[in-house]
Each structure stands twice: as C-alpha cells, then as structure tokens.
C-alpha cells in the first residue's frame, strides 16, 4: 500500500473508531495545565557576543563566538565561529557537529517580549523566564527532510523540550506562522500568538507537524499508550495544547516504566 493511500486508510480508520464517542470532559484545573505552554522559547539568531560551545562528532570541543550561521529552511547548515582563545576563525558544517549550546541574541529577545506584552492572547502560555532566561541554548544534529521533502540533510535543529524528550522530541521551527487573533482599535490584540508547526521526532521518525495534520498523525505520536488515548483523545483536544500533551504523554509514559 503507497505511502499516502496508507495514511488516508488510518485517518479514515480514526475517525470512525471515535465517531460517536463522547468526548472527555476535563475541570478547569485541567485546562489551566493544558492550555499552559511547556517548551521553551524557539529563537533564530545566535548571540555574538557570547561564548558558546560546539561538540563534535569526533568529541573534539570548542568555545568561541558564533560570528554568523549559514541556514536552510530556518535550520542551521553551517556556523561561522570565532575561537574564544586563540581568536582563529573557523567554518563548522552541522554534519560534522554532534551539539551546540548557543545563547538567544538580545535584540531577538526584546522583540519577543516586547510582542508578548502587546498581546494579551500570550498572556498565561509564554513565562517571562522563558524569553529572558540567559541560559544556553541546546542544539542537536539532526538528519531530517525539511517540510517533509524528500532530501534528507544533516542541521542543527533547537530542541524546545529538553526537559520531557525522552519519547517524544520537539524542535523548533524558524518558518513556523502563529495564529493572527483579533484587534479591536487601538487595544492590544486579543488571542493569537499560537504555534502552528514544529519538526517532531518519535523513534528514528522525524516529520514535520502542521497544525492541519495533527489529527492523521496523532495515532503516531500517542497511540501506543492506552491510558493516554483513554483520557486524550483527538476528538477532546486542541492543537493549542500540544505542549502539553507531549508533557503529559511523557509523564505517563514514565509511569508506565516504573510499574
């Protein structure tokens, strides 16, 4: 069976396994946590100023500045770094680096706090610390097909749930659109500000997940735990709660594991 007939066979095969089914209920507690935004900020731009780490897949270790990245799609091809010693410059590939710490530039920052304080639809799901947090950044290589295309690459690609990746890993997007929200005259805008792609990884499986393909891929990403099917099903969620799905998905998970 072709590649897109299979995933239009178990779509199709999802939606009438919950068809008729009621969908859960959950208190307001509950949604408080879903509704909650659990990884971290993604950022685009590399501080300069700052000394950050390469690891190499050959163990080898550097320091310096990241002067300039070379990307694609967003994703980190290439990184232009300045030794913090001996003030050699050298040009890295992603394919020959295992991780990076890099750290946030300021300006990038700013601006992001400066558009979650003007929309009151990030209020509650981005915490301040997030966006000021000075702490490093964590980048692994990745070999991924950008936007689900056919050539696979080697990039380094943030993760933005280092904390709750051990079955599911998230990476940030750079190209990813967010939700608009509405504007009513001069007041700040109201809703919005809502993620609508990430690059997700589960086993060697790594897929670029829109929004609009949440449901045929749910079944992928969280079908494998029962008791977390039973209390999450696709017919009860939103997209806006990924974050904390996954979050919850890996808590039970662990559960799981230690029974």
Not at 45 to 70: F, N, Q, R, W
Not at 206 to 232: A, C, P, R, T, V
């Amino acid at each position: 069976m072709k590649t897109k007939q299979l995933v239009t066979f178990l779509s199709l095969f999802i939606a009438i396994s919950t068809m008729g089914q009621d969908k859960v209920k959950y208190s307001d507690d509950e949604i408080d946590m879903l509704k909650a935004y659990y990884f971290n900020e993604g950022f685009n731009t590399p501080a300069t100023k700052k000394v950050s780490t390469l690891v190499m897949k050959d163990g080898a270790i550097y320091k310096g500045y990241c002067k300039s990245i070379v990307t694609k799609k967003g994703q980190i091809h290439q990184l232009y770094f300045k030794d913090s010693i001996s003030g050699n410059k050298e040009t890295y590939k992603a394919e020959d680096i295992s991780e990076a710490y890099l750290f946030a530039s300021g300006m990038e920052k700013f601006n992001k706090m400066s558009k979650k304080f003007s929309n009151y639809g990030m209020g509650g799901r981005n915490s301040v610390d997030k966006l000021t947090s000075s702490d490093e950044i964590y980048f692994i290589n990745q070999k991924v097909a950008l936007k689900n295309k056919k050539d696979e690459k080697e990039f380094l690609m943030q993760l933005i749930n280092p904390s709750f990746s051990k079955f599911i890993s998230v990476y940030h997007d750079p190209f990813a659109k967010e939700t608009q929200g509405m504007k009513f005259g001069a007041a700040p805008k109201i809703g919005g500000g809502i993620i609508k792609s990430y690059y997700v990884q589960k086993g060697d499986k790594i897929i670029w997940l829109h929004k609009n393909d949440f449901e045929e891929n749910y079944q992928f990403l969280f079908g494998d735990n029962e008791s977390f099917m039973k209390k999450y099903p696709y017919n009860s969620v939103d997209w806006d709660w990924f974050s904390a799905l996954v979050n919850e998905y890996t808590r039970l998970a662990l559960e799981s594991e230690s029974e």
